[in-house]
């Protein structure tokens, strides 16, 4: 909305809302029947919202002590939960300097009857100026430093980790092969589920690192594991040399089951292509290589 309204003795104001007593009965009615529409189904939305979670069994906890980020499993997790908590922190600092600001300035700079009617003017005063940009620009290039360095670190792949998965995502599941010390088990596919228990499952070993290699040849997908508080993009027509199909984890000394979904809209069936992720411990990863050993079909 652009308006230049002339207040009374001739001072021009940019916007001037609080002064508009021209609203038409008509309007006005229109907008409180608006409202009186929008209630109730702000209310049925907010039902929906509350039922449709309380059915989900793969939202994993989130605690305020996290920032509200579930639980991670893997060694880049806590580098994801640093910056998180880093960037509210700084989020937070800011936002209650700017907050004190507001109430120091509207309780002792408030307008003065006697006093003339313009405060004193501070237009062009340099100093000032230098300080609006300097600060603004340390405050972005902070955050920017610690973005870029921690999103080198997790789009780093050495290339020598010992298990390696090639993630295949298709409409509207996902096809495992994972490959151990030279050996390629079964691949390990899908079908769209409602529960993450029942699509296909990935195990892998605790305190190891996991190159992922992920690829398509159909539409855009998203590999998203909550736990990893990570995800990646599965872009069809990449080359397999390119670095963007890969991303390397190294699982913590955690075990357990975690949901895995696609995290990019890819069609009809989409909320329905879960996985799980079942972090075990070495033995029992290499006994399950064993038994899942892919025969001359390799
Ligand atoms: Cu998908």
Redesign the pocket.
Known sequence: MHQEIRAPRGKTLGLHLWGRRSVSPTRRTTRRSLARRRVPRAAALALLLATATACANDVPEAKWSRGLLPDHVTEQGGVVQSLWNGAWIAALATGAVVIVLILWASIFHRKRRAKADLPPQVRYNLPIEILYTVIPLVMVSVFFFFTARDSETLTKVSGDAPVKVKVE?F??SWRFTTTYKGKTIEPVAGVPVSDYNQGPQLVLPKKTKVEFDLSTDD?I??FWVPEFLFKRDVIPGIPEDNPGRKFEITTLDKTGTFAGR?A?L??VD?SR?LFSVKLVDQTEFEQYIATHQAGSAQ
């Open positions: 995502a409409q509207w539409v997908h998203s696609c990019e890819c069609g989409h292509m």
